[in-house]
């Protein structure tokens, strides 16, 4: 049957954080998710540019790379994040939804390795970039 | 020493994001030391604290001490370049706690180790390392 995406982020998936960041599904594929995050001034790091902070980035993107994991695995197994880097390319530009979209490109079978973008309406001008790891939690 | 450190702690103006994540400062021994209950709006799996309120609070961690360390320096705009988070332990239904430790704050570059914990310093969740472009006035 495989991993049902949609009705996971509908059942509340995205647990009390994303909600509370009004994070969205968009898309996905075989081994890949997207996520909208919709700009919020409540996000803002820089008062004086207006700019959204790294850390709802880096929440939205640990939670599409997650569902990345899921998807190419064909069902849920409760894991956790190991590491995430985050590289910031370029601040996003206020008032865009930023979407993000992870990818897992490897899979062992307790280790799950994971890249992604973060874009605000061009996919090839990312605002961050994301690589990671994610620990099963199957003994 | 530590009146003057006082005053500028009063004055930090923490961004909209930690109120957000409902994060105050504590000032401890002079330096900014940032606290975030545990709620529905930090939480991911039931009962436990999800990633990015973790690498979040992290965040705010590193801009405190950055914001502390620049006041003494004439202020500047912090801009995050990389960072960098490793998980270390499960976050569960506590308040948690962090601080930023200044490695290097040089004219255009800053390195910082930041690290939360709960219960027991000695058994930190999370670390995170940040590189920040720094914009001096």
Sequence with gaps: MGFDIQRFTAMGGFGGHGRHLGLEYQAHGPDWAELALPYDARMIGDPASGVIASGPIVAMMDLATSLAVWLKRGNFEAHVTLDLRVDYLRPAVPTRTVIGRGECYRITRSVAFVRGIAHDGDADDPVAHVAGTFMSLKP | ?137
């Design chain 2, 1 to 137: 020493m530590s009146g003057p450190r006082t005053e500028i702690g009063q004055a930090m103006i923490l961004p909209p994001y930690a109120t957000l994540l409902g994060c105050s400062i504590e000032w401890v021994e002079g330096m900014p030391e940032l606290v975030m209950p545990f709620g529905d709006h930090v939480m991911g799996w039931p009962g436990l604290l999800q990633g990015g309120a973790i690498a979040g609070l992290l965040e705010v961690a590193g801009i405190a001490a950055l914001t502390h360390g620049l006041a003494s320096e004439g202020g500047g705009r912090i801009k995050p370049v990389t960072v960098t988070t490793d998980y270390l332990r499960t976050g569960r239904d506590h308040p948690t706690r962090a601080v930023g430790v200044i490695l290097r704050l040089g004219q255009r570059i800053a390195n910082v180790e930041a690290t939360a914990w709960q219960e027991d310093r000695a058994k930190p969740i999370a670390t995170a390392r940040l590189n920040y472009r720094i914009l001096r006035k």
